[in-house]
């Protein structure tokens, strides 16, 4: 059974930082692409970024770039996301997501791509 828990939501002050972490467990095989999303209230979940861990390639949706950096530590199974320069824009529940091996390198933003999900943690931030 694979699990994804998300940690390190909370509440900052615009021009503040996070640090989410995603705990990978219960998988035999190394995910090729994981991401994050983040879904505000009323709105589409959305992709805002992508890893992927054999290469450390990155990708980031035009409205993070430049704030947020996607990181991974393999040895410990866990996806980070640090977010900079925070803005009361980027709050909402934020997920991390891994693609199945078949999916492999031709992994996007979009969520059918992905089969794995964490439960989300919170991120608000005020003005």
């Known amino acids: 059974q694979v699990q994804l828990v998300e940690s390190g939501g909370g509440s900052v002050q615009a021009g503040g930082s996070l640090r989410l972490s995603c705990a990978a467990s219960g998988y035999t095989y190394s995910f090729v692409c994981m991401s994050w999303f983040r879904q505000a209230p009323g709105k589409e979940r959305e992709g805002v970024a992508r890893i992927y861990t054999d290469s450390g390639s990155t990708y980031y949706a035009d409205s993070v770039k430049g704030r947020f950096t996607i990181s991974r530590d393999n040895a410990k199974n866990t996806l980070y996301l640090q977010m900079d320069s925070l803005k009361p824009e980027d709050a909402g529940a934020y997920y991390c997501?891994?693609?199945?091996?078949?999916?492999?390198?031709?992994?996007?933003?979009?969520?059918?791509?992905?089969?794995?999900w964490g439960q989300g943690t919170q991120v608000t931030v005020s003005s």
């Open positions: 997501a891994a693609a199945p091996p078949s999916v492999g390198l031709r992994c996007r933003f979009d969520l059918i791509d992905y089969r794995y």
